[in-house]
Structure formats: structure tokens, C-alpha cells
């Protein structure tokens, strides 16, 4: 039977987010020579994009207490980017004292999240960010934008493609071209990851995109097999499938990074990541954590590793 190929690409870039969106829902808060152990291991494995931690109140987010901490101590390798989540000027100027280039701004495409949590609108937001935008230009630093909620919202449901564009417009403004579109509660489907992506890339080619998925519904990897056929070629993940965000209601864990590397290699697309040793970061994030990971390749394995068992016990026949 002829089918018509697919023009899949070669290679895809996946960041790891497990330092911040991984660990900051979470009860057990690794010490910080552990996350500094977990940075070399993700730095090990062949990552090149790695969000490092947030620096908000530590009240806000506990978990995140130690990012200038850990941003001073760890190694820096040349070749790998790494940035932190910042919510506003004091955290830019945080992330600029702390050594790092790079700062992500965040804010929700959601109406309704936003008033809920912040008492504002994500238009206003954006324009508050126009002081962020002019300390990194002075001090040679490149910010990025995420837009929460893209897909859905447990405010206000499906959230209109007119509500993203309000905050990619007002991003563009300040001169922000990386912006993520994230899942935050995993209420994305692949028809609508399709539909939004293509119309973002289509749109707004001057913008680089990033895709955020979480994976509270199992259909993370779905939309993300859909994303690629969209356009997009770059992804978050966090190791051990850990996260979750504290100011969204419902909103559990992202797509574990050692899944999205199997099934794209599977694929024959290229992540430049080693899975073996991504599967290992994952074991001691869970290790730290002090519960399993939601990793269905490391509960199941490699499909390499099903064909050489079966091969094993032939020969042993």
C-alpha cells in the first residue's frame, strides 16, 4: 500500500524545565546540592536549553528559594543556554546579578486567570513588562515570553485564539520573538495544538516557538506528534514527568522529558540528547522527591530494550 510520506524533520529541541516547573509544586524540596546534581546530570545527558529556576518571592513559591543560590554555584558549560522564570523587574535584575543572560517573562492568555490571580488583564501585564525589556537591552540581556493557559482555563474554559494574540502582540511590541505556548492544565487536544500552531507560525513569522504541554490528561505526546506536523520545533519537558503550577487549579504534571526524547527518536527525529542517561536524571529526580516518576518509559523501557530481551530469550531457547 502506498502512503504519501511525511515531511518529518531531522531534528527537534527539546528544553528541560524540571528544575523549575518540576520541582516547584512539589512537597519535598531537593537541597540544593541536589539540584545542582540534577543540572549536571541534565547538562550530562546533551541538553542545550535548560530553565534553571524562578526568581519570585519565596513565599510565592518556596521551592524556588535558592535560585540565586544555585545559579551562582552551578558550572556553566559553553554551548548551553540557561535561563530562569522571571515575573517582573526585580526578578530580571535578580537573574542579571545572579549571572544568567537569559530570563523568561510569563503571563496567561486567559481574561479570567489573570483577574483571578493578579487583578489585572494580560494586556496590562504585557505593557508592565516594558521596564523588564529596557534593563536586559542596557544590560545585553535576551528575554523570552510564555503565555500560560493557551489552550484552557479552569476559569473560563477554551480560551479564543483572540486572547493569545492580545499577548503575542503586546510581547512583539516590547521586542520578545521566543514565546511558548503552554498547556498549563493539559486541556489541549492534538486537533486544536494543530490548528493554534499553525495559525501562530503563519501569522507571526518573526517569532520563534516554543510549545509547553503538561500531561494531565495523557495527551501530551499526541500533541506534541501534532505540533511537529504544525511547525514547531521546540519543546519543554521535565524530567521524571514532575511539575505542576500553583496558581492554576487542576494543573498536574508536564510531559516527562525522557518520553518526548524516546518517542521522538523513535521517530527518527534527532534531540542530540542521550536517552539512557535522560532516563537516569529522571530515577534521581523521583529519588529526591520521594515518589515515582510519571515516566512511562521508565516503567515499561526502551522499545530497543523489549527487541533485545526478546532476542536474549530466543537465544536462550
Same mark, same amino acid.
Given at each position: 500500500?502506498?502512503?504519501?510520506?511525511?515531511?518529518?524533520?531531522?531534528?527537534?529541541?527539546?528544553?528541560?524545565?524540571?528544575?523549575?516547573?518540576?520541582?516547584?509544586?512539589?512537597?519535598?524540596?531537593? +537541597?540544593?546540592?541536589?539540584?545542582?546534581?540534577?543540572?549536571?546530570?541534565?547538562? *550530562? /545527558?546533551?541538553? @542545550?536549553?535548560?530553565?534553571?529556576?524562578?526568581?519570585?518571592?519565596?513565599?510565592?513559591?518556596?521551592?524556588? &528559594?535558592?535560585?540565586? *543560590?544555585?545559579?551562582?554555584?552551578?558550572?556553566?558549560?559553553? !554551548?548551553?543556554?540557561?535561563?530562569?522564570?522571571?515575573?517582573?523587574?526585580?526578578?530580571?535584575?535578580?537573574?542579571?546579578?545572579?549571572?544568567?543572560?537569559?530570563?523568561?517573562?510569563?503571563?496567561?492568555?486567559?481574561?479570567?486567570?489573570?483577574? &483571578?490571580?493578579?487583578?489585572?488583564?494580560?494586556?496590562?501585564? %504585557?505593557?508592565?513588562?516594558?521596564?523588564?525589556?529596557?534593563?536586559?537591552?542596557?544590560?545585553?540581556?535576551?528575554? /523570552?515570553?510564555?503565555?500560560?493557559?493557551?489552550?484552557?482555563?479552569?476559569?473560563?474554559? =477554551?480560551?479564543? %485564539?483572540?486572547?493569545?494574540?492580545?499577548?503575542?502582540?503586546?510581547?512583539?511590541?516590547?521586542?520578545?520573538?521566543?514565546?511558548?505556548?503552554?498547556?498549563?492544565?493539559?486541556?489541549?487536544?492534538?486537533?486544536? %495544538?494543530?490548528?493554534?500552531? &499553525?495559525?501562530?507560525?503563519? @501569522?507571526?513569522?518573526?517569532?520563534?516557538?516554543?510549545?509547553?504541554?503538561?500531561?494531565?490528561?495523557?495527551? +501530551?505526546?499526541?500533541?506534541?506528534?501534532?505540533?511537529?506536523?504544525?511547525?514547531?520545533? &521546540?519543546?519543554?519537558?521535565?524530567?521524571?514527568?514532575?511539575? !505542576?503550577?500553583?496558581?492554576?487549579? !487542576?494543573?498536574? !504534571?508536564?510531559?516527562?522529558?525522557?518520553?518526548?526524547?524516546?518517542?521522538?527518536?523513535?521517530?527518527?527525529?534527532?534531540?542530540?540528547?542521550?536517552?539512557?542517561?535522560?532516563?537516569?536524571?529522571? =530515577?534521581? +529526580? +523521583?529519588?529526591?522527591?520521594?515518589?515515582?516518576?510519571?515516566?512511562?518509559?521508565?516503567?515499561?523501557?526502551?522499545?530497543?530494550?523489549?527487541?533485545?530481551?526478546?532476542?536474549?530469550?530466543?537465544?536462550? =531457547?
Amino acid at each position: 500500500m502506498s502512503v504519501p510520506a511525511m515531511a518529518w524533520p531531522e531534528r527537534v529541541t527539546l528544553c528541560e524545565v524540571g528544575l523549575r516547573d518540576g520541582l516547584q509544586n512539589e512537597k519535598t524540596i531537593p +537541597a540544593l546540592e541536589q539540584k545542582l546534581q540534577l543540572l549536571d546530570a541534565v547538562v *550530562a /545527558s546533551g541538553v @542545550k536549553v535548560i530553565e534553571v529556576g524562578a526568581f519570585v518571592h519565596p513565599r510565592a513559591v518556596p521551592q524556588m &528559594a535558592d535560585t540565586d *543560590a544555585l545559579c551562582r554555584a552551578m558550572k556553566k558549560l559553553d !554551548g548551553v543556554e540557561y535561563r530562569a522564570l522571571v515575573p517582573n523587574l526585580k526578578g530580571v535584575q535578580r537573574a542579571f546579578d545572579a549571572g544568567l543572560v537569559k530570563a523568561k517573562l510569563t503571563v496567561s492568555a486567559s481574561e479570567a486567570h489573570c483577574l &483571578a490571580n493578579f487583578n489585572s488583564s494580560p494586556v496590562k501585564m %504585557v505593557e508592565g513588562f516594558a521596564d523588564c525589556a529596557e534593563f536586559a537591552a542596557q544590560n545585553g540581556m535576551t528575554l /523570552s515570553g510564555a503565555i500560560s493557559t493557551s489552550f484552557g482555563c479552569p476559569f473560563q474554559g =477554551r480560551v479564543p %485564539v483572540e486572547q493569545v494574540e492580545n499577548v503575542v502582540d503586546g510581547f512583539i511590541r516590547l521586542g520578545v520573538t521566543e514565546l511558548s505556548l503552554s498547556d498549563t492544565t493539559g486541556m489541549a487536544n492534538p486537533r486544536q %495544538v494543530y490548528e493554534l500552531g &499553525a495559525h501562530m507560525i503563519e @501569522k507571526y513569522p518573526q517569532v520563534r516557538w516554543v510549545m509547553h504541554f503538561h500531561n494531565t490528561r495523557d495527551m +501530551a505526546l499526541a500533541n506534541i506528534v501534532t505540533a511537529i506536523q504544525a511547525g514547531v520545533r &521546540a519543546f519543554d519537558g521535565a524530567f521524571a514527568g514532575l511539575g !505542576g503550577c500553583p496558581f492554576a487549579p !487542576g494543573a498536574t !504534571g508536564n510531559v516527562a522529558s525522557e518520553d518526548v526524547i524516546h518517542m521522538l527518536h523513535e521517530m527518527g527525529i534527532d534531540t542530540g540528547i542521550d536517552l539512557l542517561k535522560a532516563m537516569d536524571t529522571a =530515577r534521581l +529526580a +523521583a529519588e529526591f522527591v520521594g515518589h515515582p516518576a510519571n515516566s512511562a518509559v521508565l516503567k515499561a523501557g526502551r522499545c530497543a530494550d523489549l527487541v533485545k530481551e526478546k532476542a536474549k530469550g530466543q537465544d536462550q =531457547r
